[in-house]
């Protein structure tokens, strides 16, 4: 069965540091994953999408991500971090038995100091 | 136009009200989706519509009802409903529900119950 797991709960950067989010995912077969980011109150943005290919992808706001299919992981990246990036992060693997369910990571939550 | 829209962004009502959710896509995407997010938590899925037809209720309690007008409209009917179900209720859409494609997000309603 899919599943993804995120192992930090809460990060604290401080701003213009480096930022690196982990996310491990379950999947039988040629996962399909996303990094999505929420602000407070608010929907969820895509950030980046792996499908197949260059096992870097590069997202929006700086963002990137890498796939390992050794390590079953997709860890999110940013060489920078900037104070309006503090929000939850989700990771998700995308296509369930019945097609494009989203199983969704119990998200990290970053908080930025100046 | 990449956008899904929600209304109304909040929304009180009592355990006896009736009231409904709103969701609108003009992507032209054949599934919908609505979800229910706790905070601090990932989203968890409720009901997924493709081509109009209800194809996902994830167990989700008759005081929820969904409804899919036409392929661009999407509502949660809300009677008779618990202090618990207060949560920010998340409508999403994507190309098709068949395979894997990106899920995009509208801003939510925050629903509280009294």
């Known amino acids: 069965a899919q599943s993804v797991t995120q192992p930090d709960i809460h990060i604290t950067v401080s701003e213009g540091a480096s930022l690196e989010l982990r996310c491990n995912y379950s999947?039988?077969?040629?996962?399909?994953l996303f990094w999505y980011v929420q602000s407070p109150g608010q929907g969820l943005q895509l950030l980046l999408k792996?499908?197949?290919?260059?096992?870097l992808v590069q997202g929006i706001k700086g963002f990137e991500a890498e796939f390992k299919r050794s390590q079953s992981s997709f860890n999110l990246r940013k060489p920078s971090v900037h104070w309006s990036d503090a929000a939850e992060y989700f990771c998700?693997?995308?296509?369930?038995?019945?097609?494009?369910?989203?199983?969704f990571g119990t998200g990290t939550s970053l908080t930025v100091i100046p | 136009d990449t956008e899904v829209t929600q209304t109304p962004k909040h929304l009180v009502m009592g355990m006896t009200n009736k009231k409904s959710l709103k969701c609108e896509q003009h992507?032209?995407?054949?599934?919908m989706y609505w979800y229910k997010q706790k905070a601090k938590k990932p989203p968890e899925l409720m009901f997924v519509?493709?081509?109009?037809?209800?194809?996902i209720n994830e167990s989700v309690p008759s005081r929820f009802s969904p409804e899919c007008p036409n392929s661009s409209l999407l509502n949660l009917h809300l009677h008779a409903l618990q202090p618990e179900d207060s949560a920010l209720y998340l409508c999403?859409?994507?190309?098709?529900?068949?395979?894997?494609?990106?899920?995009?997000f509208g801003p939510g309603t925050r629903l509280t119950v009294l």
């Open positions: 792996y499908f197949s290919g260059d096992t």
């Open positions: 998700a693997v995308g296509g369930g038995r019945t097609g494009n369910q989203f199983y």
């Open positions: 992507m032209g995407h054949r599934a």
């Open positions: 519509y493709s081509y109009e037809k209800l194809s």
């Open positions: 999947y039988g077969a040629t996962p399909y």
């Open positions: 999403a859409s994507s190309q098709e529900l068949a395979g894997v494609y990106e899920q995009f």
